[in-house]
């Protein structure tokens, strides 16, 4: 894509029971062959829209600036590029309750954010697939920190009818380990893009909790 629209959408079903949960409709722009930025809506199974992020990569396609908001109850959290290394990383669970921010170091070039982490993905492939283990620091704004994670290849299949790349995501401390679940994911390998995803979501339940999800993934 050199300049235009790039339209996609995910299925989020609920990993325990199937039971569909939201999708989420992807609207990336591009300029020049660059993915300048994304707007992603999210709709209940009734197709009410109940929240909206909107991604910006122009100043660092891995440390995207970012911003969810959740209509329902509020919630927001995001990320802001300042000087050097530092992030501004902010979040609030309610609307009643005030914005908490805080400015982190990234720490260097092995860091990503938000949508910014399927650019890390593409950025290191060859690795990946190599079966390399690959530390990085990746920015949680909720908790206005960084945690050290580890990405690394499980196998390389078909996922539906296509050549795919199955990565794991994990947190490298052992002892946070016991409370941050592994997050799955499936890349076409021809593409690089996403089409499958495992784990914990961005978006919460009714009870502020985060969803635990399958996402699956689809152009159109």
């Given at each position: 894509m050199e300049t235009g629209k790039i339209r996609f959408n995910g299925t989020a079903y609920d990993l325990e029971t199937g039971n569909l949960l939201y999708r989420d409709f992807h609207?990336?722009?591009?300029?020049?062959?660059?993915?300048?930025?994304?707007?992603?809506?999210?709709?209940?199974p009734n197709?009410?829209?109940?929240?909206?992020?909107?991604?910006?990569?122009?100043?660092?396609?891995?440390?995207?600036?970012?911003?969810?908001?959740?209509?329902?109850?509020?919630y927001l959290e995001g990320g802001i590029l300042q000087k050097g290394n530092l992030v501004k990383l902010f979040f609030r669970r309610k609307l009643e309750d005030a914005i908490?921010?805080?400015?982190?170091?990234?720490?260097?070039?092995?860091?990503?954010?938000?949508?910014?982490?399927?650019?890390?993905?593409?950025?290191?492939?060859?690795?990946?697939?190599?079966?390399?283990?690959?530390?990085?620091?990746f920015l949680v704004p909720v908790e206005t920190d960084k945690f050290e994670?580890?990405?690394?290849?499980?196998?390389?299949?078909?996922?539906?009818?296509?050549?795919?790349?199955?990565?794991?995501l994990k947190i490298a401390n052992a002892i946070l380990s016991v409370f941050v679940k592994p997050i799955d994911l499936v890349y076409d390998i021809e593409s690089k893009r996403i089409m499958e995803f495992r784990g914990t979501s961005n978006i919460n339940d009714e009870n502020g909790k985060s969803?635990?999800?399958?996402?699956v993934y689809g152009f159109r």
């Open positions: 609207e990336e722009t591009w300029e020049s062959g660059r993915h300048i930025s994304s707007i992603i809506t999210y709709k209940d197709g009410k829209t109940f929240a909206k992020k909107r991604i910006s990569f122009l100043q660092n396609r891995t440390l995207p600036e970012f911003q969810l908001e959740d209509y329902r109850d509020g908490q921010e805080k400015s982190v170091d990234s720490g260097n070039h092995l860091s990503a954010m938000d949508g910014g982490f399927d650019y890390f993905v593409i950025d290191h492939w060859d690795e990946l697939r190599a079966g390399k283990k690959i530390k990085f620091n994670f580890v990405a690394e290849k499980t196998k390389e299949g078909e996922y539906k009818g296509k050549p795919a790349l199955f990565l794991r969803y635990k999800v399958k996402i």
